[in-house]
């Protein structure tokens, strides 16, 4: 393995860990000091790849949340032969059945990061809004899709209705946090189900 390749590791670690402490104890309580002890790698190490903890936390947001929310919620959108109506019923719903009971007690990483740190510093509110409108965008798409198929009601706002299903998404699995059971998500189901079947 050569330099370029061990330093690119270095770099995926440093990453890795700090997503999963950042996920696990929060930004503002995950010291440089604590990733770099997890990562048993010396504070220079840390330097060589960024400058400080604001430069982790944006790679964090753009290599880390961004591909998971591209991963679960928008390269599922761009599937060619679907109904629209239908697949996002199974996007909305399975996504969030499919979380294991820590995941649900923890709630959303990009939710978390935004609901900690979005308003702190212009670098972190910039990365975090790149998700949210990529996500909009690739619904809105979809939705106008549909519309052309007539599996959606032409009257219909498609940049509402993506504003609408992000939050509502987002904004259960925080809800969630409160709570030591799936009450509330069953709740969720039901409703963005018959909300989503009305968009026909």
Not at 39 to 46: R, V
Not at 110 to 115: E, G, L, Q, V
Request: hydrophobic residues 40%; aromatic residues 10%.
């Amino acid at each position: 393995m050569n330099q370029q390749q061990k330093s690119a590791q270095t770099q995926q670690l440093i990453l890795d860990t700090a997503f999963q402490l950042f996920y696990k104890n929060g930004f503002k309580a995950t010291s440089v000091d604590r990733v770099m002890k997890a990562t048993q790698l010396t504070k220079g190490a840390f330097y060589h790849h960024f400058k400080n903890k604001q430069e982790l936390g944006v790679a964090v947001i753009t290599q880390r949340l961004q591909q998971r929310v591209y991963n679960s919620m928008i390269a599922p959108l761009y599937t060619e032969e679907y109904d629209t109506v239908e697949m996002l019923q199974t996007i909305f719903t399975q996504r969030i059945q499919s979380f294991s009971t820590e995941e649900k007690q923890a709630g959303c990483p990009a939710n978390n990061f935004i609901n900690e740190i979005g308003d702190t510093e212009i670098a972190y509110q910039r990365a975090l809004r790149r998700i949210i409108e990529e996500w909009k965008v690739a619904l809105m798409a979809v939705l106008e899709r549909g519309k052309t198929r007539q599996q959606i009601n032409l009257e219909i706002n498609s940049e509402a209705v993506a504003v609408y299903l992000i939050s509502a998404f987002e904004g259960v699995r925080g809800i969630r946090k409160l709570y030591h059971d799936d009450l509330i998500l069953e709740n969720y189901l039901e409703a963005v189900n018959r909300y989503i079947q009305q968009l026909r």
